[in-house]
């Protein structure tokens, strides 16, 4: 197969899933491509057992909020090719009302933890999981704190008065 570029790529992609699978971009060279829920497992499984893709190296699981969009919360699997070093990054969308997502840890176990730490932070539940409970958090905490669902700021806090800054 030679050298694998991102062309390539895209082209087995492409050739296996068709339209399911977009292209995003291509940020410093890292691809990028979007694909749904349903499709997911099935993506990760090709390029992770594709004789010549080899992306056998889960670098990271981890999630985006974007309170704006329909599909707000976005969740990202990084993967390597360590034979080709080469690095695609993969998102799926999901509605705010309905986080959940089949688990990758049927693929890779090192998915465990970055599943509940992404759980977690950001509330989405990976189905499937063995043992899907917080990680870094409390656990009776009733939010998700990376989630943009609350004021940056707490609007009754004395110190920011101006007076205290001669304003």
């Keep these: 197969m030679g050298t694998l570029t991102n062309e390539i790529l ?14 995003i971009g291509e940020p410093y060279g890292l691809m990028t491509v979007e694909t749904d829920r349903d499709q ?16 056998i ?12 969009q329909e599909n707000s919360i976005g969740v990202i699997y990084h993967l390597h090719s360590l034979v080709h070093n080469v690095r695609i990054r993969i998102k799926v969308f999901l509605p705010d009302g309905d986080v959940r ?11 465990n933890w ?3 730490e992404t759980y977690d932070f950001f509330g989405v539940d990976f ?5 899907l409970v917080r990680i870094l958090n409390v656990d009776d905490m009733t939010v ?3 989630r943009k669902e609350y004021p940056l700021e707490d609007p ?12």
């Design 10 to 23: 895209l082209q087995q992609i492409t050739d296996k899933f068709g339209n399911k699978v977009k292209l």
């Design 40 to 55: 997911i497992i099935d993506v990760l499984t090709f390029l992770k057992s594709h004789s010549q893709l080899q992306f």
């Design 57 to 68: 190296f889960l670098t990271d699981i981890t999630a985006i909020h974007y309170p704006e």
């Design 101 to 111: 997502i089949p688990t990758a840890s049927v693929l890779w176990n090192g998915a």
């Design 114 to 116: 970055m599943e509940r």
């Design 127 to 131: 189905e499937g999981h063995p043992n």
């Design 144 to 146: 998700f704190p990376m």
């Design 156 to 167: 009754n806090r004395v110190d920011k008065k101006d007076f205290y800054f001669g304003r």
